[in-house]
């Protein structure tokens, strides 16, 4: 016999708790998708520029990406193409 636990109870006493809990999965997967995207990558890294190597130039958005394609096509790694 099985001992998973049973259903998570949704909270619905306020009336928007159902809304809440809609929303808060809503940001889940679009974190996840952005996540997923790289869209964070360039905020990360600026933040790492700013933290690590505060008197070096930050680059801009295009430049970031153009730079971070460059260096995957020079060293693909585990890719097949």
């Known amino acids: ?3 998973l636990p049973g259903p998570v109870p949704v909270p619905v006493a ?3 708790g159902v809304l809440a809990v809609v929303r808060r ?3 889940a997967v ?5 996540g997923v995207l790289g869209e964070s990558d360039y905020a990360r ?3 790492h520029l700013r933290r690590v ?3 070096a130039e930050v ?3 295009r430049e970031y990406w153009r730079e971070r394609h460059a260096a995957q096509d ?3 790694g585990a890719r097949c193409c």
């Open 59 to 61: 680059p801009t958005v």
């Open 30 to 34: 679009a974190w996840y998708v952005t």
């Open 25 to 27: 999965g809503w940001r």
């Open 45 to 47: 890294y600026v933040a």
């Open 53 to 55: 190597h505060p008197d």
């Open 74 to 76: 020079a060293n693909p």
């Open 1 to 3: 016999m099985s001992s």
């Open 14 to 16: 306020d009336g928007g």
